[in-house]
């Protein structure tokens, strides 16, 4: 048995040695590509923006060194590829040109998405198409950049190709039908084998990963761009397919989950507020690096900044959103549940039922609305707001917008306030209780049209005396013309549009026995450029700190994660807190902490009253990151920094990655199974 073993080893060696000296002498490699440049351009093209696209967005050591999706995205490539072999020589550049726009698509989509939303883009958004001309100058302004033009290189150089290859008559050549097949079969294999290979090099860990498809990131790193899509476009089906075979785990998941979840105690803010009139602003892209910043001595947001010291100030409070942006953010702000994994819960999951704070507080009587001066069925608002419990939405066919009164992508914020204003006071008058949302506009990326109606200026001035000994005003460029600047100089407006608006309130009334409460939806999305120049300017030579300076302040992809942070406010006319709330605290702890204050629970609630956990507190981000007080951790990389200076145990990580993993599931269980429905749910369970 030995014996036959070592020579079969030894005829593969020996045949293995005469390929490549056939190689060798042959020039086999050379003769390959003369045959198959078309086919070879096409892969190398693909494979190049590929791998463009993973260095433009993932600016880490071991996204540059991975060898793993090169492997999945050649095989992925050649794959494809194979089947052109099937047509004759002369029908082939349609098919790889369709085929090359198609992968250089994916990678432009995925470039443009990553920008904004640091994420890579799913087919569950194709749902959402509808809502992105609306915006869609901000796209082009603040979005596109020079860098996602470069996939075109790909069509490009494939045309250029195709016409040198046409001029030589390359196309001309006789080949059989059986040999076609032959080149086809080859070159599939070697892709099939190729993917054998990449398989055998997976992690369990990694594996894992790529089947749930939270941290997309983490995927595109160790999988490839191409193998992500594919894989992203089966698991945006599989909420459909799983709607139907899958209740019973989900309800048992859900069942154990909220079993072992221990009911909430009452605390010193239990029921303060309780039959208090209530007014919540949602902030659109309100970020805490805006508030206690001057320039020249004026304040960015002077009347933010009175609030958050008059009232209770939430210092670390940080958005969880995810595609569906400010409707995500009002999704988890009145339900306490995460955003949905694939599409959003305001489009793709508007009929299953919620427990939300209007719906609650309706049971108590309080009349709800929600205001916002925006086309009713963006986000799909007209139909989930009433889902929420909302009485009255009033949208922009119920405001006065024309020329004069409009900034950005709509009514200006002060015309909306004061417009506002007015069926406020109609809305008292009919009702004892009320519970309002407004919704505002105007301080919207790309954050580039508030100049003329508010100059704000956010350089450096100084006065300085001359050589003469006459005193003169320097003004150094600072933050002006960057995208940062133009966003202080939005908050700045937006900020002063609310100023106005609780002066209205005051005036009319309206701020008695009544509960002011704001909350920004999400970040700016700002690049991480304008924060170093932020953080180290050096006005004598108008640019950025050397890292070797003392006073350079470092600003790394963490740095830039922990300043995402939002504002979140509780404030009442006639009661000064003042107090300022440290503990790290996201969106959906917002319900069961103003739940508690207004004396109403929702026994689904995946937050909790961070009045109660205090510095117990885990912020989950649907990508998988999570923070608490000591750490932020990033589940892409598997990295944490600490944020006390503190060494940290593996079990303290495992542990968390144990509870974001459960409460991420948990969630989209709740919504995609419509698990709070009753009735849908027995039927689901009937029907499986």
Known sequence: MKKKAK????????????????????????EYCKNNVLFLTFVITCLINSTMLRFFTMNTIENYLAFKPILADVAILIIFGSFGYLLKPKNRFPYYLVLEIFFTFICMVNSIYYTFYTSFASASMLSLTQFIAPVGDAVVENVLQAKDLLYLIGPILLIC??????????????????ERKQHMLKTLITGGVLIVIFIITLSSLEIGRFAKQWNREYIVMRFGIYVYQFNDVFVSLQPKINSMFGYDKAKKEFTEYFEDKKEEPENEYTNIFEGKNVIVIHAESMQTVA??????????????????????YFSNYYSQVSVGTS??????????LMPTKNGTAFVSYFDRKYVAMPALLKEKGYYTFSMHANNADFWNRRVMHQNLGIDKFYSKETYKVNKENTIGLGLSDKSFFEQSIEK????KEKHDKFYGVLITLTNHTPFSSVDKYDPYEVNIKETVTNEEGVEEEVVYPYMEGTKLGNYFKSVHYADAALGEFLDALDKNGLLENTVFVLYGDHDGR???????????????TDSILDSSDPNYQEFDSYQYELNRKVPFIIWTKDQKFSKEITNVMGMYDAMPTLGNMLGIKNPYALGHDIFNIKDDNIVVFPNGNWMTNKIYYNSQKGEYLSLDGDAISEDYINEKNKYTEKLLSVSDNIIVFDLLNDDQAENDKKGS
């Not at 190709?161 to 059986?178: D, S, W």
């Open 424 to 427: 406020m006071k109609k809305i």
């Open 161 to 178: 190709v195709h016409v040198h290859l046409k001029k030589r008559k390359y196309y001309r050549r006789i080949e059989l039908k059986k």
């Open 327 to 336: 409707s995500d953010a009002e999704l988890t702000f009145n339900t306490s």
């Open 526 to 540: 700002l690049p991480k450029k304008d924060y170093e120049r932020l953080f180290n300017y050096d006005k004598t």
């Open 7 to 30: 020579e079969t080893m030894k005829d593969i060696k020996n045949k293995t040695k005469n390929f490549c000296k056939r190689v060798k002498e042959e020039h086999l490699i050379i």
């Open 291 to 312: 508030l206690n910043r001057s320039f020249n001595g004026i304040e960015v947001t002077p009347n933010l900044n009175r609030l958050s010291k008059e009232g209770i």
